[in-house]
């Protein structure tokens, strides 16, 4: 039995099926396995999802990792929890993405997914409500899990539940669009949690004012905010079990300086700055590091390259952009849709502006970490532009290991932004012209002026490292009174 437990649908370790039917596997990084490590592993279980078929086999070939249980649940329950309502409803909510004229469509398809995401969301309560000792400490996380808090609560009145969100919150009048039902089954199943997690009080907030003055088949819910009470959150009664209240809290999640700083000094980037340096000769770099996803606004950050190029041509033969853009979920048409036109759009504006010697955008679309501690290294300019991003960690992460200090261009819509726009260069994720003219006085920034900047942002980077962001939340958990 376990007394810290972490559930996430997408776990620590990752295994492969070879031709031959040998298994390999391969650990993840990341905030989460960095977190976890400050707890003692004899005490601690990590339940998550099999992803795929090489993960599959490995739960049926009782092949674990200590510390770690993964749930083989159904492929079809699994794809349509995973791409069908996770990636392709509560993101698209949480995010605001939706193409309006078009989505979302709640029909009887939709109510099958839900079906699917309930009893995959099921399978995890269960296995964490068999696996909690008595008044176990229980993090969950993310959007793929936002009814296991009121499941588990349900089956283990004793433990202690918390749920952390990574994405951005839906606001209260975007989330309007989604039948009533739903919504009550979304927002209860996060109040079953003794404590909630986000990255900033702007996420915190979105949350919150979903209960203004809630009334609802589940119960009555009523926000409340910072105005010097001792606790935010959610005072709720439902009708079957009684009142309590559901604390909200706030964790920026930043990055470990010195883990950081060691991974980008290994030889095998030190090849590939090499290599870079080569390939860019001695122009100015504009770098961004992004999964190939719709909310990173890749799109207009490629616009506003090119606007640069057209209204400022001195830029040209002096400037490359790197931009690492590999795969994610792309069991989603929209998601293959966005990463050609990403490439595509790559492809005009070297065919517009580059010369035998010089080509103006760089694109990878490979998932080379390697590649990107390279690139960060290497970076004049960070570009991050997200529409709307829980945290975005790319931009904690570049000025912590540039060689030479960088000059970030960061959209509002990154939570990062909170903690690092009053040194950055801040933009409208819509305005192209503004990021256009942003990347203009990032390239020109002084020498100077860019050092202490970068100081300022890789120190405001560092302040909230993994493993005490974990041991905060898991103290706060621990801790009932008010
Ligand atoms: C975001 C989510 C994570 C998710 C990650 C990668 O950061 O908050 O929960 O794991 O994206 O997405 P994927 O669908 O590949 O797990």
Not at 175 to 182: E, F, Q, S, Y
Not at 334 to 350: K, P
Not at 458 to 477: I, K
Request: with cysteine; hydrophobic share 40%; net charge negative.
């Amino acid at each position: 039995m376990a007394s810290v437990l972490v559930a996430s649908n997408r776990g620590p370790v990752s295994y492969t099926l070879g031709d031959d039917g040998t298994l390999s596997s391969r650990r993840g990084g990341g905030g989460l396995v960095s977190g976890l490590s400050a707890v003692d592993s004899q005490d601690s279980l990590w339940v998550c999802a099999a992803l795929d078929d090489g993960d599959r086999e490995a739960v049926r070939r009782g092949v674990a990792e200590p510390g770690v249980r993964m749930l083989d649940i159904d492929p079809e329950v699994y794809a349509d929890a995973y791409n069908g309502i996770a990636n392709s409803v509560l993101w698209f909510l949480h995010h605001q993405l939706y193409d309006i004229p078009r989505e979302p469509v709640f029909d009887a398809a939709f109510r099958r997914r839900w079906a699917a995401y309930r009893a995959y969301n099921r399978a995890f309560a269960e296995a964490l409500a068999a696996e909690a000792a008595e008044g176990a400490s229980v993090l969950v996380q993310d959007y793929h899990l936002a009814l296991v808090p009121g499941m588990l609560r349900e089956l283990r009145p004793d433990l202690r539940i918390g749920h952390f969100t990574h994405t951005p919150w839906v606001s209260s009048a975007y989330l309007r669009m989604v039948p009533d039902d739903i919504v009550e089954e979304l927002l209860w199943g996060m109040l079953g949690a003794d404590e909630l997690g986000f990255h900033t009080w702007g996420w915190a907030s979105c949350f919150i004012s979903c209960f203004q003055q809630r009334e609802d088949s589940t119960g009555t819910a009523q926000g409340l905010w910072p105005s010097g009470d001792p606790w935010y959150g959610v005072e709720w009664r439902r009708h079957d079990t009684g009142k309590g209240r559901t604390r909200v809290r706030v964790y920026a999640l930043g990055v470990d300086g010195d883990d950081l700083r060691a991974l980008a000094h290994r030889p095998q980037v030190d090849d590939r700055l090499a290599r870079l340096r080569e390939e860019v000769g001695d122009r100015k770099t504009i770098v961004r590091v992004d999964r190939t996803e719709l909310s990173k606004n890749i799109l207009r950050g490629l616009l506003a390259y090119r606007e640069l190029l057209t209204e400022h041509p001195e830029w040209h033969d002096r400037v490359v952009h790197l931009a690492s853009a590999y795969p994610s979920r792309q069991d989603l048409e929209s998601y293959r849709a966005y990463t050609a036109s990403v490439v595509e759009l790559a492809e005009e504006i070297n065919a517009e502006f580059g010369t035998a010697d010089w080509q103006p955008v760089l694109v990878s679309v490979e998932d080379d970490f390697t590649r990107s501690l390279a690139a960060y290294r290497l970076a004049d300019v960070a570009l991050v532009n997200p529409v709307r991003d829980g945290m975005n960690l790319v931009a904690k992460e570049i000025p912590v290991v540039s060689d030479a200090g960088c000059a970030l261009v960061l959209s509002t819509g990154a939570g990062a932004h909170r903690e690092l726009g009053k040194d950055a260069l801040t933009v409208d994720p819509f305005d192209v012209t503004g990021t256009a003219e942003a990347l203009h006085a990032a390239l020109t920034m002084p020498d100077a002026e860019r050092a202490e900047r970068t100081e300022r942002l890789a120190e405001a980077a560092t302040a909230l490292p993994p493993q005490r962001w974990f041991l905060d939340q898991l103290e706060a958990l621990r801790d009932p009174s008010d």
